[in-house]
């Protein structure tokens, strides 16, 4: 059974800050990892899709890579912004078309 | 593109009502969509998948007469809570994906159910 683990599971810095956060999976053999970010009382907003043939995926200040070998992905986000403050979520589907298994989330907090 | 809407955002209703919830995606074939509800400070609980002309699949302890789900159509999913209880108010979130977008997946905005 697919477990997806993340850390930290909380994270405060000061703007401007480079930061990283960590996504690891159980299970290997997956479709694809997508990275999520939730403000408080909204739904998911789609941040970055890597497919499993991929290794990395770039979007603005975000990047995101992965190694399904060792089964992590990484969350790099450069110069923090107190925008960037949200709960952040890594989830994984084992196929094209199943439920995504979401880790629980790091919740960050940039301060201005 | 890969857009899904979802209405209504936020209802009230009296116990006892019922209450249906549309999961829209816009722009691309869903073939798949999935509901979830959410806890204040938790995380998303899968409810059910539904695949498009079939059954919906149900996990373990979702009441399937009682959370009545129908996606009748590539693009419309709808959820609908019957005899509402306090108990049953949550944050309830769709998600959809597809072919088009290399199965990526797609989240509503939610809707916030509140029984009174």
């Known amino acids: 059974k697919q477990e997806v683990t993340q850390i930290p599971a909380a994270l405060s810095v000061p703007e401007g800050e480079n930061l990283v956060l960590n996504c690891s999976f159980t299970?290997?053999?997956?479709?694809?990892l997508q990275w999520f970010r939730q403000d408080p009382g909204k739904g998911l907003t789609s941040l970055l899709l890597?497919?499993?043939?991929?290794r990395e995926q770039t979007s603005g200040r975000l990047n995101a890579s992965l190694d399904k070998s060792s089964g992590r992905s990484t969350l790099y986000i450069a110069a923090s912004q107190p925008g960037d403050s949200a709960t952040y979520l890594c989830a994984v589907p084992n196929s094209g078309n199943t439920p995504l298994v979401f880790g629980k989330g790091t919740r960050l907090s940039v301060i201005a | 593109g890969a857009v899904v809407s979802q209405h209504p955002s936020r209802v009230i209703c009296k116990s006892g009502t019922s209450v249906k919830i549309e999961c829209r995606s816009l722009d691309f074939q869903a073939t798949t969509m999935f509901w979830y509800r959410q806890f204040p400070k938790q995380s998303l609980m899968l409810m059910a998948t539904s695949n498009e002309g079939s059954k919906a699949t149900y996990e373990q302890g979702v009441e399937k007469d009682k959370f009545l789900i129908n996606h009748a159509s590539l693009t419309l999913s709808t959820l609908t809570v019957t005899s509402a209880h306090p108990e049953d108010s949550s944050f309830y979130i769709c998600s959809a994906t597809g072919e088009a977008f290399n199965y990526g997946y797609t989240f509503g905005s939610g809707t916030r159910l509140t029984v009174v």
């Open positions: 299970d290997s053999a997956i479709y694809n």
């Open positions: 890597i497919q499993s043939s991929q």
